[in-house]
């Protein structure tokens, strides 16, 4: 198990309820020291009938001896959404901040891989956002990805906001 897999088991068990797990889905070698691209599978615990892969990168040993910052992956990160049967929304957060549907450590105690949800009533589309949080400098590396809804038959189980 690798140093990623370690630090990704340690934060799952810090995950707050109501965050999705993910399942990894793709690990692709990108050097010959052992550094991986790793794809997660994502599903909303919220929205049933969507499921989002993200994309992170996971540091071998090799180069964490190498280039020193032992216990941080680097913030890059990608993430796609999509309708992967039909789409029931549960209760949902509707304020611009939304709601946080998942986190994966990224660092032993301060960078995390967060991953929002928000509702855009006017063009009734959900918006999903991929982000690094770390508790003392913020990461303007970021990705999202939408879901339309428009023209979908998605049953609200609260009620489709006015």
Not at 114 to 142: F, P
Not at 150 to 159: A, D, F, I, P, T
Request: proline share 3%.
């Amino acid at each position: 198990m690798s140093t990623k897999s370690y630090i990704a088991l340690a934060a799952a068990s810090l995950i707050s309820a109501g965050t999705a797990s993910a399942d990894v889905v793709g690990k692709v070698g990108v050097d010959w020291i052992g550094n991986d691209i790793i794809i997660d599978a994502v599903a909303d615990p919220q929205v049933k009938g969507v499921t989002c892969h993200v994309t992170y990168f996971d540091r071998s040993v090799i180069d964490r001896v190498k280039n020193g910052n032992w216990f941080e992956d680097p913030s890059n990160n990608s993430i796609a959404c999509r309708q992967t049967g039909p789409i029931e929304i549960g209760d949902i957060d509707l304020s611009k901040g939304g709601d946080e549907v998942f986190k994966t450590g990224m660092s032993l105690i301060w960078k995390k891989l967060v991953v929002n949800r928000i509702y855009d009533k006017e063009n009734d589309t959900l918006i999903y956002l991929a982000h690094s949080r770390e508790l003392t400098d913020g990461s303007a590396k970021m990705a999202i990805s939408t879901i339309p809804l428009y023209g979908q038959n998605v049953l609200w189980k609260n009620g489709k906001p006015q």
